[in-house]
């Protein structure tokens, strides 16, 4: 609980009233700041001032007497496909995605969480990885990801990507695959995980849309979030909203096709080619530390007046450099302690109402939550997130206490 203190506001990722983790499970959690996102709405199409006013009641006023909740942010307004490949072409597009932060800014919600991932947003290989203690966490598993691009979507060029040797031991080991294995591997790759925000697609339908991205390469994607980019700020400045462009998960290009936002000199171009004060990151230390080149502590304060949401977790490199794990929250690669302490002195400058929020990400599924009757969104399990929170909470404290 942070009530009456200026620190780091905690949030909580809630994917609306169909989610088994209910909002006295956030407050329980002792988080106060709600990440919400009408997800019901297809993607492209205009939120409506109504459509967001209910979804803020049931955030903020259906229970009254309890701990109040407050939705400050929104993750996502999905960027459609369009805009990705077309850039300041897709005019409707544009002006769809500009009505929708024009009616959550009516009703006050004015930090605006998106991405400009191509084709799939985050992307994993497994959702029940067990860890040594039993419990469950996501994955990417390097050749496991081969064996889908080569094997089951049969990427044309994809072989190009691989040297012999991951392409011999991706061959054995799609060779060892069930039918299950392969339909398992479809679900999580390509099926669109819950909040994602991009199409769920099914193998056919995922090479129709690679062709489509053919003539996109990096600078040409860059180019086109820059031209959003350019439309949206100056609106999102009048409105008071800050815009915070999520990392590319993992960061790397994927599918052959360009990734933009997967390292400090990505997001530079980005600030520097659009320098307008609502253009700003979600600091997702998950999706840059899986990247060993990225100092998360040095981004985190050379961005500092740039970082208006965070998303806190760490993952862990594996032995190829390539596959990694979401670890404990304090137990990855990511130097959590001085990440936090950096957001602190930031958020140390600003006064009441622009704090810095954060939330915990992807927790592992454990405790009651591993029971086989139990509903979880991968990832986003009450427990784990909510020891996540606990243990970035402590270190709040603490390093609150010595500063
Ligand atoms: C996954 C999430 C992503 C994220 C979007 C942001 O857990 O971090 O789906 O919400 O990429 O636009």
Redesign the pocket.
């Known amino acids: 609980m942070t009530a009456g203190r200026h620190t780091l506001k905690e949030g909580w990722r809630w994917y609306g009233p169909n989610d088994p983790v209910s909002l006295d499970d956030i407050r329980q959690a002792g988080a106060s700041d709600v990440v919400n996102a009408l997800h019901q709405i297809p993607i492209g199409q205009a939120w409506t001032v109504k459509e967001v006013e209910e979804r803020q009641a049931i955030i903020e006023r259906s229970q009254p007497g309890r701990t109040p909740l407050k939705w400050s942010v929104v993750?996502?307004i999905?960027v459609p496909d369009d805009v990705k490949r077309l850039g300041k072409g897709a005019k409707a597009s544009i002006a769809a995605w500009i009505a929708s932060m024009e009616a959550l800014a009516t009703c006050g919600v004015k930090i605006i969480?998106?991405?400009f991932?191509p084709v799939v947003?985050?992307c994993r290989t497994d959702l029940e990885w067990e860890l040594p203690n039993g419990a469950r966490a996501l994955r990417f598993d390097y050749l496991r990801f081969a064996a889908f691009e080569l094997h089951i979507l049969e990427r044309p060029g994809a072989e190009k990507d691989y040297p012999a040797d991951v392409r011999a031991k991706a061959k054995a080991l799609y060779a060892t695959f069930t039918q299950a294995d392969i339909d398992y591997l479809i679900m999580v790759i390509a099926s669109a995980?819950p909040?994602?925000?991009t199409e769920p697609m099914t193998i056919p339908r995922f090479r129709e849309k690679l062709r489509e991205y053919a003539e996109i390469n990096e600078s040409v994607l860059r180019q086109h979030l820059v031209e959003f980019l350019e439309a949206v700020c100056p609106r999102a400045d009048e409105l008071g909203v800050k815009l915070t462009l999520?990392p590319d998960?993992p960061p790397r290009p994927l599918f052959g096709l360009p990734r933009i936002a997967k390292s400090e000199a990505d997001y530079q171009a980005l600030f520097d080619a659009v320098p307008n004060t609502s253009n700003g990151i979600?600091f997702?230390t998950g999706?840059l530390g899986v990247s060993a080149s990225n100092d998360l502590v040095g981004m985190a304060e050379r961005f500092g007046p740039r970082i208006h949401f965070a998303?806190l977790r760490t993952t862990k490199r594996e032995a190829d450099g390539l596959s990694f794990f979401e670890a404990d929250h304090l137990d990855g690669d990511v130097d959590m302690v001085g990440v936090l302490g950096k957001l602190l002195k930031e958020n140390a400058k600003r006064g009441a109402g622009s704090e810095i929020i954060f939330r915990p990400?992807?927790g592992h599924r454990m405790l009651d939550d591993l029971a086989a009757t139990k509903r979880t969104n991968p990832?986003?399990t009450a427990i784990g997130r909510l020891r996540g929170l606990a243990e970035l909470r402590g270190v709040i404290r603490a390093l609150e206490y010595v500063t």
């Open positions: 993750e996502s999905p969480c998106y991405n991932m947003d985050w995980l909040g994602s925000t999520h998960d979600c997702c999706s998303h990400d992807h990832g986003y």
